[in-house]
């Protein structure tokens, strides 16, 4: 029971994450890495990368990464393609498209898999 609550709130927090990108047209814009916000928890220092994006009135805005890693990459000074819903740059984000199936994945066999056994049909 507890898995299948697990599973269904992970795959409900991902779509509604994604939820803008699928809903709308989605631009792909360069942006660059300025620094990193560093999250210190429990000993641990956690790092989200800060990019600056172009917005839609010709400006740059500093929007936070929301993927958070266990070490500064990318590395200050990169450039790179980002991705975020039309008229919206504040939701940028760096595309790890294969981070985000295979996460989708995960979180779909666990919720399979558990209503299987909740079921008994498994």
Not at 41 to 64: C, H, M, Q, S
């Amino acid at each position: 029971m507890i898995g299948l609550a697990l599973a269904a709130t992970g795959l409900t927090l991902m779509l509604r994450s994604d939820l803008p990108f699928i809903r709308g047209e989605t631009r792909r814009v360069p942006a660059q890495i300025v620094r990193h916000q560093l999250i210190r928890r429990g000993g641990a220092t956690l790092y989200n990368a800060i990019l600056l994006v172009p917005d839609e009135r010709g400006g740059f805005i500093e929007v936070r990464d929301p993927l958070t890693t266990p070490f500064p990459t990318p590395v200050i000074g990169e450039r790179l393609t980002v991705v975020h819903p039309k008229g919206y740059p504040g939701l940028a984000r760096i595309p790890y498209p294969w981070f985000r199936g295979g996460i989708y994945a995960g979180l779909g066999y666990l919720l399979v898999i558990c209503v299987l056994g909740l079921t008994g049909l498994g």
